[in-house]
């Protein structure tokens, strides 16, 4: 069952976005060569209690760390560790965080120093991907309206997206009906409603849309090793159209921008 917010509750999903999505503002800045996935990791689970919320993904389902990094092929879910990033990596980090009892769900992808052309275009394809998917996050569109917006681009380029792991509902819970692949048929799949709240997620694949996943149990590389890249917003389907919650501009930023940890 999909689960309608009130005024009140999207208020709060609402800070619970912004928090997350200035937090992973953050994240990005601190991405260098030479920095660990840890490090960053530390960084995420302190801004984000510093903010008064919690990291949603810890504990969640036994996931032990606070954000999913995953690098060049590794396509979600990845865990942070020693490994140093370099130059030349891509680098997705996904993070979640719950405030007054509402989750904020948010991810990107990040060039490690100076990458290729053909991984930037990656990155820049599933950005685009994700915004074609806003766009159809309105009242009177169907779930897979949002499906095919993703696909329709994604191939168009040449790229394949991954049909093992898909977006989702989001509220008092991380993973709210419905499920929301990142392909589909227009017209079909359930009819949006205001007040549905949904975290869609673009996963763009160079090469297979297939994945395994590793010995860990969670981290998903795709099944040829070729680089992958996601990105995920939290969006509020509204009567003005969609609004996009973990989206946060430069003035906000400025205004509440979480302190730095020091790892």
Same mark, same amino acid.
């Given at each position: 069952?999909? &689960? ?15 928090? *997350? ?26 801004? &984000? ?19 999913? /990094? ?27 965080? =719950? ?33 074609? /998917? ?27 997206? *991954?049909?093992?792991? *898909? ?20 017209? +079909?799949?359930? +009819? ?15 090469? =297979?849309?297939?994945? +395994? ?12 090793? +070729? ?8 969006? /509020? ?11 946060? =501009? ?14």
């Amino acid at each position: 069952m999909i &689960i309608g917010k009130s005024r009140k509750e999207l208020e709060k999903m609402r800070a619970a976005g912004q928090l *997350v999505g200035r937090v992973l503002q953050e994240l990005r800045r601190m991405v260098e060569p030479g920095i660990t996935t840890l490090e960053i990791d530390a960084a995420a689970e302190k801004m &984000i209690r510093d903010g008064g919320a919690l990291p949603t993904f810890k504990g969640y389902h036994g996931f032990p760390f606070s954000i999913c /990094a995953s690098v060049n092929e590794q396509v979600v879910h990845g865990f942070p560790s020693s490994y140093e990033l370099k130059e030349g990596d891509i680098f997705s980090i996904d993070c979640g965080a =719950t405030l007054e009892g509402f989750v904020g769900d948010t991810a990107t992808t990040v060039p490690v120093g100076c990458v290729s052309e053909d991984l930037l275009r990656l990155i820049r394809v599933t950005e685009e991907c994700l915004e074609h /998917a806003i766009e159809q996050c309105r009242e009177g569109r169907h779930l897979g309206d949002i499906g095919w917006a993703v696909q329709k681009h994604a191939e168009g380029h040449g790229y394949t997206v *991954v049909r093992d792991y *898909v977006g989702h509902g989001i509220g008092r819970r991380m993973h709210e009906d419905p499920q929301i692949p990142n392909y589909g048929t227009p017209g +079909k799949g359930a +009819k949006i409603k205001n007040g549905y709240v949904f975290a869609v997620e673009p996963m763009v694949n160079m090469g =297979t849309h297939l994945t +395994k996943v590793l010995k860990d149990g969670w981290t998903v590389v795709t099944l040829d090793g +070729k680089p992958s890249a996601h990105c995920e917003h939290t969006i /509020a389907i509204t009567e003005n159209g969609p609004e996009v919650f973990t989206r946060v =501009t430069a003035a906000a930023v400025a205004e509440k921008q979480p302190e730095t940890a020091s790892v």
